[in-house]
């Protein structure tokens, strides 16, 4: 099978727009026509070189499309299901998956790390016979992707392919941030340092948890009128305040309870533990680069009983959680359409980055169908 595929050959370059071979689902395996995929930072911090990854690779991690063929033995979904990729596969049989904890199984983890299928080999080549390798074992920035039938999970075909890549990534991590790494309470009160995809979603579900003081925290004006629009009670433009002064003092000097960084930089993460209060919970959401370090005042974590911790995927359980998500969408719960900045065909992907590193968009989706 062919598909137009978006290819990173060289960190700090364009991708390059070109024709592959998509190898068909092997046992156990399938093959999704795609729909709709993300424009994500993850991917970005790829194609900057901020998170070394081998090449050539075929990136993308957030989608939705329709299954086209299945392998040997697959079973929980068939040809004409809509499905979103699972950008973190769990194996089912780990410590972590046994423990609860999908989004930190060793098979998922080895895959993104090594850009290579469970069994060590590829489904893509490009014209001259090259392997190329996958990205979070789904690579979405290609008309058609092969992977493990455990990599995807089936969703209603009501619910918009757009909808479907939103929920995908931006929305299950910012959602399951709030939900699941900690836990806002009606009442609480919350910071969200970074308004970007991830960052929108924390403050739309602190607003569905019921967190009555919902504070947004950004350098870029625009982001911060986006965070209004999803729930933040007050906005807080960091290049003219101190975000921690700011914070404290709209919270009676005390901090929030619930703080989150959704950036990925060591400032921002010490600025997020600094505005935590007494016994408050810090969550850190944004990917930094592999060898930042932030500086904790180590003190506090005992005196004042804070909690810093990590989350990925929100913590969730994808299989679970992604179709909880598309039911709070169905019923009014969770905004969609607010995030949704843009749309690009694939054939504009670099474009679609180059506005996303300018700040310019909430979300914006390619379409690889549109060429
Ligand atoms: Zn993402
Ligand atoms: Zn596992």
Redesign the pocket.
Known sequence: MQALAAVLYQAKEPLVLETVEVLPPGPGEITVRMMAAGVCHSDLHVMKGDLAMKTPIILGHEGAGIVEEIGKGVTSVQPGDHVIPIWRM?????????GGR?A?????TAMRFTGLMPDGQTRFRNAAGESILHYAGVSTFSQRSTMPEAAAVKIPTSVSFEHAALIGCGVITGYGAVMHATRVMPGSSVAVIGCGGIGLNIVQTARLAGATTIIAVDRVPAKLAYAKTMGATHLVDACENDPVAAVKDLTGGRGVDHAFEAIGLAEPIEQAYDMTKKGGICVVVGIAPPEARARINVNQLVYAEKTLKGSIYGSTRPRLDLLTLIDLHAQGKIDLDSLLTRTYPLSQINEAYAALDRGEVARSLVMPQEG
């Open positions: 769990s194996c089912g049989r780990c410590e972590y998956c046994l999908p930190l199984c060793d098979v998922g």
